[in-house]
């Protein structure tokens, strides 16, 4: 007697891979954003300290602006994320708890 395969097929395996990346989508790229959102902010500023000879003011405005566009980006990222997940919640069957076994005379 043959036993019968506990591997997924290919095709169940592909689905689970995207449904995955799907879920992790918006973070993927989050990462990339911030750095460049900073790197764009401090090296302007960098830049123009330079052009304008009044070093540190600039980089030092530059990086105040870059930390504030990282938090404004999470803020939204944060809000729509929420947003998202609160339209899943309300697609998804109520969970009901599992009824009490009957007491037994023990």
Do not use: C, H
Request: aromatic share 10%; charged share 25%.
């Amino acid at each position: 007697m043959e036993k019968p395969s506990r591997r997924p097929t290919r095709r169940a395996a592909s689905e689970g891979w995207q449904k995955s990346f799907q879920e992790a989508s918006p973070y993927l790229g989050l990462g990339m954003q911030l750095a460049l959102t900073m790197v764009f902010f401090v090296g302007g500023g960098y830049l123009l300290d330079r052009w304008l000879d009044t070093a540190p003011w600039l980089l030092l405005a530059g990086a105040i602006l870059g930390m504030v566009g990282v938090f404004i980006n999470l803020f939204f990222l944060v809000r729509k994320l929420s947003q998202e997940g609160k339209k899943a919640d309300k697609t998804r069957a109520p969970v009901e708890p599992p009824e009490d076994p009957p007491a037994s005379d023990g």
